[in-house]
């Protein structure tokens, strides 16, 4: 066990047994051998009183002396215990954690969620540093969460086990209970030598509280001491001082738990409630028009062709970006809106989404009777696994529009990540920064559909 935590044991035995055998005379009134009785430092008393100059504030204080290390441990331990209630979570251990998730979860949630379990493993082995672990309403956090408690109690690491609104309360109770005084049981909480903290975010913001999670979490984060922090929020909603603890990679390992929320309405397929593939069900690569029956320039018939070939491909296994440009109408919806139903159909997370309306959800969060805050929102449009883009114009967007739409594709762009975008503008028309991205030829594939707009019912033929 590292120094630190022998430290904050003694720290932590010290404060625990303060009442009335904290000065010389009151150890020797209570007159009880605590300690080994072979000890050759306390002779059995238990405590020590270290030599120090008259003005230190520990001057004539008693230590706790080593031969109680393990007894002072053990009472540790089972206080911990007993506050985590970790007794009724004793269930929820990595034997009983299912990492290949429910069923109906995509290859991509599911590795995530294999993921999360062996990181949450490994920690559990030896807690070192922080780990943040990131994810929606029941994706399995909470139950790692527990995991990785009920481990370290076994291997003897005292664990404080609390939720955040717990936690608070345990802090109010004190200012009207006689039995521990507020420093002690805040001392309790912020020293305990693994300190997991369930559902972060969920508590009332006061001021109060905003004030005690920061001194607990930054004297933890100073003092290297190992810590969990289980949340459904994103590192955008977090109070700025906080976050950039938790942006210090050094100190803090984060997991993201990419599962569906089912308590949210996402539609059978797991799509996100934003995604308006739904209204775009039919356009499937089956019911796309190869229009040859028309009469048209043989270079227009190839572009569709070409177009219907590679974004079919792409669909298979979606990596690198694909920009469709043409005409309203010339059927580039209908391909993007087929990728996306096709991975949909394997299970996996897609977001379709037209721009005009991306734009709206992100102004609508701004309106304060919204549920969602715009940094989730934010954060999961530009995370989604594969993000289709329908009908991208910057040309008379606002500047905010603008910018937003800059910051997704960067994001995107920098990540690396799966990215269908449909246009009727030319690319001078949009934004330079914006076309600088979509022209790298590295990242993207450009189809131009030449062909005018399908008008024609006559024509109408399924074609495959
Ligand atoms: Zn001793």
């Known amino acids: 066990m590292p120094e630190k935590i022998e430290e904050t044991l003694k720290k932590l035995a010290a404060d625990t047994s303060k009442a009335g055998s904290t000065t010389e005379s009151g150890a020797r009134k209570s007159n009880t051998q605590l300690g080994d009785p072979n000890c050759p430092h306390c002779n059995g008393i238990g405590y020590l009183r270290r030599e120090l100059?008259?003005?230190?504030?520990?001057?004539?204080?008693?230590?706790?002396?080593?031969c109680r290390d393990a007894a002072v441990r053990d009472r540790i331990r089972s206080r911990l215990f007993q506050f985590s209630h970790l007794d009724k979570l004793k269930?929820?251990?990595?034997?009983?954690?299912?990492?290949?998730g429910r069923t109906g979860l995509g290859e991509l949630q599911?590795?995530?969620?294999?993921?999360?379990?062996?990181?949450?493993?490994?920690?559990?082995?030896?807690?070192?540093?922080?780990l943040f672990i990131q994810g929606r309403f029941g994706c399995g956090k909470t139950h790692l969460a527990a995991s990785i408690a009920n481990e370290s109690v076994t291997n003897g690491t005292p664990t404080l086990f609390i939720t955040v609104p717990d936690l608070l309360d345990s802090l109010r109770f004190t200012f009207?209970?006689?039995?521990?005084?507020?420093?002690?049981?805040?001392?309790?909480?912020?020293?305990?030598?693994?300190l997991i903290l369930d559902d972060f975010g969920t508590q009332s913001v006061t001021e109060w509280a905003k004030e005690k999670l920061f001194q607990i979490l930054n004297f933890r984060y100073i003092n290297l001491l190992p810590t969990v922090i289980t949340t459904n929020l994103v590192l955008g909603e977090i109070d700025g001082r906080l976050r950039s603890r938790l942006e210090e990679h050094r100190m803090v390992r984060h997991i993201k738990i990419n599962a569906p929320d089912y308590r949210r309405k996402d539609d059978e397929r797991g799509q996100h409630e934003l995604s308006s593939l739904?209204?775009?069900?039919?356009?499937?690569?089956?019911?796309?028009?190869?229009?040859?029956?028309?009469?048209?320039?043989?270079?227009d018939v190839k572009s569709l062709d070409t177009a219907f070939r590679v974004t079919q491909a792409y669909s298979e296994d979606p990596s690198g970006w694909i920009v469709i440009s043409g005409l309203h109408g010339c059927g580039k919806t209908h391909l993007?809106?087929?990728?996306?139903?096709?991975?949909?159909?394997?299970?996996?997370?897609?977001?379709?989404?037209?721009?005009?309306?991306?734009?709206d959800h992100l102004r609508a969060t701004f309106n304060p009777s919204s549920t969602t805050s715009y940094d989730r929102l934010f954060d999961e449009i530009r995370n989604s696994r594969l993000l289709v883009l329908d009908d991208l114009k910057t040309k008379n967007a606002s500047s905010w529009a603008r910018e937003k739409l800059i910051q997704i594709i960067d994001y995107r762009y920098n990540s690396n990540l799966p990215t269908v975008i449909t246009t009727a503008d030319e690319f001078e028309n949009l934004d330079p920064s914006i076309q600088s991205r979509i022209r790298d030829e590295r990242l993207t594939r450009i189809l131009t559909i030449s062909a005018p707009a399908f008008r024609g019912k006559r024509n109408r033929k399924v074609k495959r």
């Open 91 to 100: 269930q929820l251990t990595f034997e009983t954690f299912n990492p290949k």
């Open 110 to 130: 599911q590795a995530s969620l294999e993921n999360a379990h062996n990181l949450a493993r490994d920690f559990a082995k030896s807690p070192n540093g922080w």
């Open 176 to 194: 009207n209970d006689k039995s521990i005084s507020f420093e002690n049981r805040f001392n309790e909480i912020r020293q305990a030598p693994l």
């Open 336 to 359: 993007a809106a087929a990728i996306a139903n096709y991975r949909a159909s394997l299970g996996h997370q897609v977001m379709f989404i037209g721009t005009p309306d991306l734009l």
């Open 278 to 299: 739904v209204q775009h069900e039919k356009q499937t690569f089956g019911t796309f028009n190869l229009r040859q029956s028309e009469r048209m320039l043989h270079d």
């Open 53 to 66: 100059p008259l003005d230190h504030p520990q001057f004539g204080k008693l230590e706790i002396c080593s």
